[in-house]
């Protein structure tokens, strides 16, 4: 059950969170790779919403559904390029960070595939959704229900 309507309740602050996620088509990162980071994040935080936003996000922009499908294995699976691998690593971290403390392995892969710009953004990122999960599930937003077919 949903709680409150953040975006109603306060405009000028949802609009202040969402002027980052506007910025990040724009500031150079694969798209692709933005909507794996944002999945990703989500699914560890387990925002529905999110994840459903964002799985179908990817697949209007070219992913494919094994490689979603595949995401929470994504070490595992040969589907994800290095520059990908290093994202989610970077992802992982970042959105764990009280357990993991940003540690210099991720860190220095993502460095060798990204640069100083590139892992701001990335940064900026997936600490933007990593925010919006905490608001989305704070506030029990959820995906709208669609008919399933039996």
Known sequence: MSRIDYAAASPEG????IALYRYLPDCGLE???VHLVFLRVSQINGCAYCVDLHWRDAL??????RRLNSLV????TPFFSPRERAALA???????IAETHAPDADYDAARAVFSDKELVDLSFAISMMNGLNRIGIAFRRTPAAEAVAA
């Open 14 to 17: 949802y609009r202040a969170l």
């Open 31 to 33: 798209p692709l790779l």
């Open 73 to 76: 294995t994504w070490r595992e």
């Open 60 to 65: 209007k922009a070219g992913d494919t559904a």
């Open 90 to 96: 970077w992802a992982e971290a970042l959105t764990r």
